[in-house]
């Protein structure tokens, strides 16, 4: 294996794939030969162009930020001698490659694949057949809790398991996210995962049940059911005989073969490092370019990530209005920021750092690549739900329970999610951990489905694709991924306004 990887020709620093030593030497492709002039930790980058204070520090072929200082040939390039050039609300212009995106276009839908799924009644295809509980309130959280604990002796037939869906709010909330909190909670309700669900709520609360169901719509009464708990007696024996009915209505589906086209992947990261950007993401992205040409549908997300890298975004807009659509979002997430006093690049974590991300362009140009190469076709508020075949762009913070639950609420039936650092934490759909590199994937076997840092041992984009695929498939006709095996199960909604 090499030592290190310049990823784009125009780059001036490369990526150490193993912690290099003051006096190690690597040669270059065009036969320079760099001295490291310190420790350099595996995922960080070294210099291999003598830079001057405010040179721009190239990475991916793009600035990540500029020089603090001068850096001379050897040196470790990283949160001490380099700074953001990130700003505030900018004008942008659609530049599109209009031959390459109408190509692109036209490529969609043209391959077959297919997995085992769920049918429901109004079309939608569910990977998983559970029983979930959705409080309208988090008053009632331990309550659901219980219910499922409980419930989950009677499961049969089908059913995967009973799933309490936990989260704080549903009261004492204003404006925005009130209604947030109605749009996602009735996203989730007619989710196709969930062959049934109870509607748990207390009563007195803002989003009581009758208030949340005209967000619902009609439902199947045999599988979606209500429980008031202040109208109830004794709401345990009332909740476990409603998902008694619910369990007996939903054992009997059946999978059946299902053309890739119904299938709709979440991308996300989290505790990403030095090597997200070049083996688990541009693997996602190819992975999402593989569903699109099923006639599939892709989410990307984490709009804070795209910052530094959205003119990439941009340009493979289908056309001027979803241009508008996404520059709107940006500037609109970038305003979201600067009214609540903090700065747009206050980002990356320090796990992300520790694993050698600089800046914040250096983050999301690593994190854009999970959208692969095919055209942006829309553009989605948060908790809106897609109907549009592609490449789908949601407004969510990067937040990781934030931003998958986005994602399930959208639509997502899985949630691909790429990682350095590893994370054992779920959404409310299956969420499959793909490691950037072997030690996070040898370390945590118990949290990683996939090793992506395969590549780093030589193994080809093109064979993990088809691995990975192939594994997605699986997985969608039923094989459990870890966070399942282990029971885990989250779900977090954005918060945004003032708490009463």
Known sequence: MSKFLQ???????????????????????????????????????????????????????????????????????HTHDIKTNLEGILEYKYEPDKADIDRKISQMGTKKASFKGFVRKNGKVGIRNEVWIIPTVGCVNNIATSLAKEANAYIKGSVD????????????????????????????INHPNAGGVLVLGLGCENSNIDVLKPYIGNVDESRVKFLVCQKSDDEMEDG?????????????????EVDASKLIIGLKCGGSDGFSGITANPLVGRISDRI?????TSILTEVPEMFG???????????????????????????????????????????????????????????TQKSGDYPVMNVMEYGERTDTTGLNLLCAPGNDLCAATALASAGAQIVLFTTGRGTPFACPVPTMKIASNNTIADKKSNWIDFRAGQILEGKTFDELTDDLFEKILRTASGEKLKSEEAGFHDMAIWKRGVTL
Not at 34 to 39: D, N
Not at 166 to 179: I, L, M, R, V
Not at 292 to 296: A, K, L, M, N, P
Not at 317 to 342: H, L, P
């Open 292 to 296: 699109i040409e099923c006639g599939g």
């Open 161 to 188: 398991e009973v799933v309490a869906f936990t989260h704080n709010y549903g009261c004492s909330q204003t404006g925005d996210d009130q209604e947030h909190t109605r749009v996602i909670l009735s996203d989730l």
């Open 309 to 367: 890298a959205e003119t990439i975004l941009m340009n493979r807009c289908k056309d001027e209005a979803t241009f508008t659509d996404t520059v709107n979002m940006i500037n609109g997430f970038k305003e979201y920021f600067t009214k609540q006093g903090e700065p747009i690049y206050e980002n990356p974590s320090p796990g992300n750092k520790a694993g050698g991300i600089t800046t914040l362009e250096d983050k999301s140009l690593g994190c």
């Open 240 to 256: 476990i005989n409603l998902l008694k009915e619910i369990i007996e209505a939903t054992s009997t589906d059946e999978r059946e």
């Open 7 to 77: 990823i784009h020709p125009d780059d001036n620093v490369v990526v150490c794939l193993e912690a290099l030593n003051a006096g190690d030497k690597i040669t270059l492709s065009d036969g320079r030969e760099i001295t490291a002039k310190e420790e350099i930790p595996a995922g960080h980058k070294i210099a291999i162009k003598d830079l001057s204070s405010n040179d721009n520090v190239i990475k991916y072929g793009y600035a990540i930020g500029h020089a603090t200082e001068d850096i001379s040939i050897g040196r470790w390039v």
